[in-house]
C-alpha cells in the first residue's frame, strides 16, 4: 500500500519541480526580450522593476481590484523627478514593453505615437508632493466605492490592510473644480488629490475609486489589494449590526512592519498565478 501511494506522490513532486523550472524558464526569456527592446529612454531601469509593475498589474486584475481600468507606476529608479507607467491598456495586457517614461508634468520622455493614460497626473502629482513614495497604484475597487460616497470611514478590521488604521482621507473633485467628467486629468486636479493624500498610505476618490502609495510597487499593489478586501469586509461587519471592534492607529503601526517583512512570501505566490499569463 506504501509503495503505491508513495510513487504518485514522487512524480506529482518531480512534475512540480519541473513546472517550476520551466516557468522561471519562460519569464528569463521574457525579461531578456524586453531589454532587448528597450528604447533610449528607459535607460537605467532594471528587469526586475519592470516585472514587478507587470506582475502587480496583471495580478490586481485578476483579483477584479482593476478591470479595463487603473494602474500601477514607479518611481524612475535613477531619476526621482520621472516615473514609469504603461501606455494606456487594460493593467490585464501590460508586458514590459509598454512601460514608458514620464516626467512630472506628465509629458512622455518617448512617446513614440503611443497613447497614454489620461490620469496620469494622479501620479506625476504624488510623486512630486511625497518624496518617500517609490510607487502609485490607482484602482476603480468596487469595494471602496460606497466608502467614497457615504459618511463611513473606512478604517482597518484586520492585520493585513492595518496601513488604514492611520486614517483614509476622501477627495471630492467637485469640492475645487465643480462637474467634471470625475477624472484626475490635468496637474492641478493631479495636485489637488495629492493634497488630500496627505502623508498618508490610501486615498478614496469620491465616486471613482482610490490610489495607494508605498515605498516599492510590491506594498503598493498589496495596499491596493487589501485595501479592496477590507472595504468588503467591512461592509460586511457592519451589515450584522453593533459596535465594530477596528485596529487602533498602534495595532495599525505595528502590524504594517510586519507585512513589510513577509510582503516577498505573498509576492512569490502571485508572480507564480501571473507567469502562465505571460507565456504567448
Ligand atoms: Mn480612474
Do not use: C
Amino acid at each position: 500500500m506504501k509503495f503505491r501511494t508513495q510513487a504518485p506522490r514522487d512524480a506529482i513532486k518531480a512534475l512540480a519541480r519541473l513546472t517550476a523550472t520551466a516557468m522561471v524558464a519562460l519569464l528569463a526569456g521574457f525579461l531578456e526580450t524586453s531589454a532587448q527592446a528597450q528604447p533610449a529612454s528607459m535607460a537605467g531601469v532594471d528587469a526586475a522593476l519592470l516585472e514587478d509593475m507587470v506582475v502587480g498589474s496583471r495580478i490586481l486584475a485578476d483579483f477584479g481590484v482593476l478591470d479595463g481600468f487603473g494602474h500601477v507606476s514607479a518611481r524612475h529608479p535613477t531619476n526621482p523627478n520621472h516615473f514609469l507607467m504603461s501606455r494606456s491598456l487594460a493593467p490585464a495586457l501590460v508586458t514590459a514593453d509598454d512601460i514608458m517614461e514620464f516626467d512630472l508634468d506628465g509629458n512622455a520622455v518617448d512617446a513614440s505615437g503611443r497613447s497614454l493614460f489620461l490620469e496620469r497626473f494622479i501620479h506625476a502629482e504624488i510623486y512630486r508632493a511625497r518624496p518617500d513614495v517609490m510607487s502609485v497604484v490607482h484602482t476603480h475597487s468596487p469595494g471602496v466605492i460606497p466608502f467614497s460616497v457615504t459618511k463611513v470611514p473606512l478604517q482597518a478590521m484586520f492585520h493585513n490592510p492595518s496601513f488604514l488604521a492611520a486614517g483614509v482621507p476622501v477627495w471630492d473633485i467637485r469640492k475645487d473644480f465643480g462637474e467634471t467628467n470625475m477624472l484626475v486629468s490635468n496637474s492641478a486636479i493631479g495636485k489637488s488629490l495629492a493634497q488630500a493624500l496627505g502623508d498618508k498610505p490610501v486615498v478614496l476618490m469620491r465616486g471613482h475609486g482610490d490610489v495607494t502609495v508605498a515605498p516599492s510597487v510590491k506594498m503598493a499593489v498589496f495596499r491596493a489589494y487589501y485595501t479592496d478586501v477590507n472595504a468588503k469586509l467591512q461592509s460586511q461587519a457592519i451589515a450584522l449590526g453593533g459596535a465594530v471592534n477596528y485596529l487602533t492607529p498602534g495595532e495599525g503601526e505595528k502590524a504594517d512592519k510586519t507585512n513589510f517583512a513577509v510582503i516577498d512570501r505573498i509576492w512569490n505566490l502571485w508572480k507564480m498565478r501571473i507567469l502562465p499569463t505571460l507565456a504567448k
